[in-house]
């Protein structure tokens, strides 16, 4: 079993960056697939980007895609998401998540673990 703790969310400008720390706890960490997803007010919770439990492979939303990045310290049981170029329509709740089922899972019912979320807000 692994517990996951995000951290970094916040309040940022249009066209600014924020760092999301996923923070696990367990020894297996690394035998993990990982993932965030973001959940805006009213909204289901979408897919945002994946990563392979070694980190050498990751896949994102078409939304995202360009402007994220996923990545994954085994070393420091830490996941990461950087956020570059963010648009107000980025303003969401983001929680990490974790599943043994295998790469590249972009459904929320495919993951057995998951974070408490951290809050992102990005002003015009």
């Known amino acids: 079993q692994v517990q996951l703790v995000e951290s970094g969310g916040g309040l940022v400008q249009a066209g600014g960056s924020l760092r999301l720390s996923c923070a696990a706890s367990?020894?297996?960490?690394?035998?993990?697939?990982m993932g965030w997803f973001q959940q805006a007010p009213g909204k289901e919770r979408e897919f945002v980007a994946a990563i392979s439990w070694s980190g050498w492979s990751t896949y994102y939303a078409d939304s995202v895609k360009g402007r994220f990045t996923i990545s994954k310290d085994n070393a420091k049981n830490t996941m990461y998401l950087q956020m570059n170029s963010l648009k107000p329509e980025d303003t969401a709740v983001y929680y990490c998540?974790?599943?043994?089922?295998?790469?590249?899972?972009?459904?929320?019912?495919?993951?057995?673990?998951w974070g408490q979320g951290t809050q992102v807000t990005v002003s015009l």
């Open positions: 367990g020894r297996t960490f690394e035998r993990y697939y």
């Open positions: 998540a974790a599943t043994t089922r295998g790469y590249g899972r972009s459904r929320s019912d495919e993951y057995s673990y």
